[in-house]
């Protein structure tokens, strides 16, 4: 099917930006900007039939009996999921959800960006910048959009309002895959900044999680005037020196050994997959974009924390995600990232000076002690639920942190 699943997919006419509850977006200021063009409305029929029939067809794998997770996805799960996929997932209810969100594209250092823009009924509103990470997507977000922009309607105070900002990265979904190599965190950051100027917003917070938490800091540091606080979960440290050289093991808390043990495991154990995508992406690609089975069970071993809580999200939200790589056909230009993010994760950042919070959820491995001296952290809470994807595990303990976290610096 290849390349038809992006160019088959129909465009409605544009609509005025506005969102749901009527508060106009403020108008991009690059001319060629202007020409928002919203995300497909609806995937064609023939590329849902295909996906069903693609699962019905897939040729499954011999595992070893009695591996389960332990080499990777386990073969009983994915199935059952991929039989969900076929005949009881239901995506015009997910698509209809995403389009419920009022989206658009822009042209960005010769980058077709993507990307969902509420406006908060509350004219005082904080803008924020929410950036995703790998194997997410915007549709990671959408229980957070509600009582982030609408508190008051959401049981929280209307001082805590935000108008968010919330873009695919390049080559995830309905942003185009990059044209060029070079698009790593630091061009990424760069071309947020522009796009948060052209919609008008001179003054901003941003906020992500797992790459989005390499690429939220880094925003604030091309443009530390505009960034008034920058807040991350599932915060990723890189280049920070070897643990054992900056504490013994008597004053780390029972948290951060634990931490450092997960660290040390992913390294020994789970970290496979950043290999392939941060050196043979390309190679990865062809299996994947030709394979729903093959897309399906690639994400899910991440979204499933490597099988120790496979099922702690949601089946619909996590095939909500899949079926996005699936339709557009991304799964080789977003797994290209972790090459391009490659000197980023070997070189220590240059400390930002604009306030931090972070927020540590249940399996995170971030540790203050190695975080600190890249960033200017005001705020450090940790909490015992949740996982790696807070949007979608405990929206109501991320929205609840970016709240407080906000509240000093508006």
């Given at each position: 099917m290849g390349d038809r699943r992006s160019a088959n997919v129909s465009y409605p006419a544009p609509r005025p930006p506005e969102s749901r509850r009527g508060a106009p977006c403020p108008p991009l200021s690059n001319p060629r900007a202007q020409e928002n063009r919203p995300i497909p409305r609806a995937v064609?029929?023939?590329d849902l039939?295909?996906?069903r029939r693609r699962l019905d067809h897939t040729r499954w794998p011999q595992p070893l009996p009695g591996t389960g997770w332990s080499d990777g996805a386990s073969l009983d799960h994915v199935r059952a999921l991929a039989g969900y996929w076929a005949t009881g997932f239901d995506w015009r209810a997910q698509e209809a959800r995403l389009n419920a969100f009022p989206q658009f594209t822009t042209e960005i250092d010769?980058?077709?960006?993507?990307?969902l823009h509420i406006r908060s009924p509350e004219p005082d509103a904080l803008p924020l910048l929410i950036t995703h990470g790998w194997p997410g997507s915007v549709a990671e977000f959408t229980e957070v959009i509600g009582p982030l922009t609408d508190p008051r309607g959401h049981g929280g105070d209307p001082a805590d309002a935000f108008h968010v900002v919330i873009p695919s990265l390049p080559g995830f979904a309905f942003s185009a895959p990059p044209r060029e190599p070079g698009w790593g965190i630091r061009r990424i950051a760069t071309a947020w900044t522009e796009l948060m100027r052209r919609l008008g917003y001179e003054r901003y917070g941003t906020q992500g999680g797992d790459f989005g938490s390499l690429i939220s800091p880094e925003a604030a540091r091309v443009a530390p005037t505009r960034v008034v606080g920058v807040h991350v979960n599932a915060l990723v440290t890189v280049g920070a020196a070897d643990p054992a050289d900056l504490a013994v093991p008597e004053e780390l808390t029972p948290a951060e050994r634990s931490r450092l043990a997960a660290r040390e495991r992913w390294h020994r154990e789970l970290s496979g997959y950043a290999a392939i995508q941060g050196t043979r992406p390309q190679t990865l690609s062809y299996g994947l974009a030709d394979s729903p089975s093959g897309q399906l069970a690639w994400n899910l071993d991440w979204f499933a924390a490597h099988?120790?809580?496979?099922d702690a999200l949601d089946r619909?939200?996590?095939?909500?995600?899949?079926?996005l790589y699936w339709f557009t056909n991304t799964a080789g230009p977003s797994a290209r990232l972790y090459k391009?993010?490659?000197?980023?994760?070997?070189t220590p950042p240059e400390r930002s000076g604009v306030p931090t919070g972070v927020a540590v959820f249940q399996g995170d491995t971030a540790i203050r002690r190695l975080a600190e001296p890249h960033h200017t952290i005001t705020r450090w809470s940790e909490f015992g639920a949740g996982g790696h994807f807070a949007a979608m595990e405990v929206p109501e303990l991320l929205v609840g942190d970016v709240r407080t976290f906000f509240r000093a610096l508006r």
């Open positions: 064609p029929q023939p039939d295909d996906l010769g980058q077709r960006v993507h990307f099988g120790d809580k496979p619909d939200a996590v095939l909500t995600n899949v079926s391009e993010a490659a000197s980023a994760w070997a």
